[in-house]
């Protein structure tokens, strides 16, 4: 009898096989582009044209309406000796690394004790996002109300002189009045991003570490910032960005003053379109443009390593 010599299987590629080759580029379907096709026309019209337009007309001496001239950089050179403007912007950019800070910093305990185990935690969570649902415009005006009536009346009344008087009304704390309403509204929503982070980690992290004899300081320190040192990240960059567009509040509480000590940059960009300024405004909204997005890349430069969650 003779021994037959079995060659070993040679593997068939299945017809059906899911795999794509390599090289060879997912075939994008058209209905994607259907979808796609109405937000990219409306942010188009409403966002890239005005956007152009207005940078076209930095350049002129333009009022909004009627004739204009070409007038190169006067405009953009004229801001840098503009006192109005430099203090707009050391305000805003002051004011919003003020805000930035104590938001993440009070979000962040407020987080850790709205996931501790406590009994009426889901209670609080609630209790803690209504400011994020609430008009800052309403917020502004009844926080107003209680700045210029209701501490007033109590510091006379404990004889508490410098309470006495409405802090809108004192330029050198009127900003104080706009970082505590500002963070109140902000908090809610760094909040959540921030519980969303200390649930996403294990807890089995925690209980080695409570067997090693760590403390809770040690965990919050050695365990808990570094895990959710991504979450911290995409909230200071949220956050700056937001707080550098401060509007609504501002305009609530002081309308920019006293004088001019808490006009922000829209503010003054604002005050310019219906001032006669447009052409001048519009320099200015284009360079404030430009400082944004030059921050916001070496903000993620600077964290990049750090952001990931």
Partial sequence: MTAMTVAPATPVASSHSTTAPRGRRRKVEGIYYFFLLPSLVLFTLAITVPAVIGIFFSFTNSIGFGDWEFVGLINYVAMFSDPAILQSYLFTFGFAAVTVVIVNAIAFLLAVGLTAQIKIKTGLRTVFVIPMVISGIIIAYVFNFLFSNSLPLLGQTLGIEWLSSSILANPDLAWVAIVIVTAWQAIPGTLLIYIAGL???????????????????????????????????????????????????????????????????????????????????????????????????????????????
């Avoid at 004899?213 to 937001?242: E, S």
């Avoid at 567009?245 to 003053?257: E, F, K, P, S």
């Fill in 199 to 309: 649930l996403s980690i294990p807890g089995d992290v925690y209980e080695a570490a409570d067997i090693d004899g760590a403390g809770k300081a040690q965990q919050l320190f050695r365990i808990t910032l570094p895990l959710v040192a991504g979450y911290v990240v995409i909230n200071v960059i949220l956050g700056f960005k937001n707080f550098l567009n401060a509007y609504d509040i501002i305009v609530g509480l002081t309308n920019g003053g006293p004088g001019t000590a808490t006009r922000s940059i829209p503010m003054t960009i604002v005050t310019g379109f219906t001032g006669g300024d447009y052409a001048y405004q519009m320099a200015n909204a284009t360079m404030f443009f430009v400082i944004v997005v030059i921050v916001s890349v070496l903000q993620l430069r600077l964290t990049r390593g750090r952001n990931e969650i």
